[in-house]
């Protein structure tokens, strides 16, 4: 089952949003930020900085999308470096990266996170 996405842009412009059902996505796995370093007794030193809701990046597939929606996500991947993702998972600046065409019809998108703007 699909679930609502949002890309927008940060400024105003009229052509600068786009609403679509995504099918699929992969947002990554969940990890912490912990670096292991061998110590010179034998032992281990673990440095844990926690999670970070920045490193979590999304791979997006559109099931048959209308040429508005991609005609609307080529545009934002033209004119803005930084835009607005907003699904289930809360609201995200970041940068699209990729967007390819499938063969099928379907669209696939990698929105990469710069920043968590949403609680």
Do not use: C
């Amino acid at each position: 089952m699909g679930f609502m996405v949002a890309l927008a842009a940060t400024e105003a412009d009229p052509d600068g949003s786009v609403v679509f059902m995504a099918e699929d996505a992969d947002t990554g796995s969940l990890s912490r930020r912990v670096n292991k370093t061998k110590t010179l007794d034998g032992g281990v030193y673990l440095l844990d900085q926690g999670f970070v809701a920045e490193d979590q990046d999304f791979s997006l597939t559109i099931s048959n999308p209308t040429q508005a929606i991609v005609a609307g996500i080529q545009h934002l991947v033209k004119s803005y470096d930084v835009v607005l993702l907003m699904s289930r998972d809360g609201a995200f600046l970041g940068a699209i990266e990729t967007l390819k065409a499938g063969i099928s019809g379907g669209v696939s998108l990698t929105f990469l996170t710069s920043e968590k703007v949403s609680a």
